[in-house]
């Protein structure tokens, strides 16, 4: 998706610094990932109540859709519909 302008944000608000970066490293993401420190959690500022909480965001910085435990294929099709629309 990077022809397309779209950007990845992981979000872990339960695992350490080290232990995120050690999945990201196993798991060859280049995402950036907000994770739980001792002033913030990222779960509460961007409203994630369960895993996994999708989110894409439009062009103007709006959400454009949110789904809870969505599949590769929905998150696709979320994508697809906002990039879509200009």
Do not use: H
């Not at 913030?40 to 709006?62: E, F, H, L, W």
């Not at 590769?72 to 099709?77: A, D, F, L």
């Amino acid at each position: 998706m990077k022809d397309k302008d779209v950007v990845f944000l992981m979000v872990n608000g339960v695992d350490t610094p080290d232990k995120v970066a050690s999945y990201l490293k196993d798991g060859r993401y280049t995402m950036p990932c907000a994770y739980k420190t001792a002033t913030a959690n990222p779960m509460k500022v961007y409203s994630v109540q369960y895993c996994p909480t999708q989110y894409v965001i439009g062009r103007d910085g709006k959400i454009a859709a949110r789904t809870v435990g969505a599949t590769i294929v929905e998150v696709k099709r979320m994508l697809d519909a906002a990039l879509g629309a200009k």
